[in-house]
């Protein structure tokens, strides 16, 4: 055992010695670029017509809405937006939900958000939502620009909030 701890001690303290070393190269060149910040989630989203996309591969502004189409709030909201959808055109909207796709379809159908240019409707696992935003209430609303998170609302929200944090 003592062998063991000796041994260990030896490693350790070659590592330290490796990593404590003067490095006089540390500045990036100037030519090189810093990645991008992405702060979206790592979810697999299925589109109503079948299409898969991965939320860590969306570029530009875009709101995630994770809804329950059952949920009276959610219906709500989703009239709210639907009145000022014009108002959200340098977005792109994503209702998500983990209800199966035919009510997110009819959802889409009975707020009159179906096939507008902005306005997408997406299923996950309620796992994927659980993981990276942790157990929520319906509506939840997520806005991002440029990769970042921008603004985040849970709960019903006032139309008025949501459209100054655009």
């Known amino acids: 055992m003592s062998k063991i701890i000796i041994s260990l001690l030896i490693v350790n303290v070659a590592l330290l010695s490796c990593s404590s070393k003067k490095d006089e190269n540390h500045q990036l ?24 996309i991965q939320t860590k591969s969306l570029t530009g502004n875009n709101i995630f ?25 340098e977005y792109t909207l994503y209702f998500i939900s983990s209800a199966p796709m035919d009510q997110i379809r009819g ?5 009159r958000l179906q096939g507008k240019s902005n306005v997408r409707f997406a299923w996950t ?29 849970q709960g019903q929200t006032d139309m008025e909030n949501i459209l100054r944090a655009l």
Not at 31 to 46: K, M, T
Not at 65 to 89: G, M, N, S, T, Y
Not at 107 to 111: G, I, L, V
Not at 140 to 150: E, V
């Open 125 to 153: 696992t309620t796992e994927s939502v659980l993981t990276y935003y942790g157990p929520i209430p319906t509506p939840s609303i997520y806005i991002y620009s440029a990769g970042r998170l921008k603004q985040s609302f």
């Open 107 to 111: 959802f889409a159908q009975n707020f």
């Open 29 to 52: 060149p100037e030519s090189a670029e810093v990645a991008a910040v992405n702060e979206y989630p790592d979810i697999v989203l299925v589109l109503a017509d079948g299409k898969e």
């Open 65 to 89: 809405i994770l809804f329950q189409p059952d949920c009276d709030h959610c219906q709500e909201e989703a009239i709210h937006i639907e009145q000022r959808l014009e108002e959200f055109k």
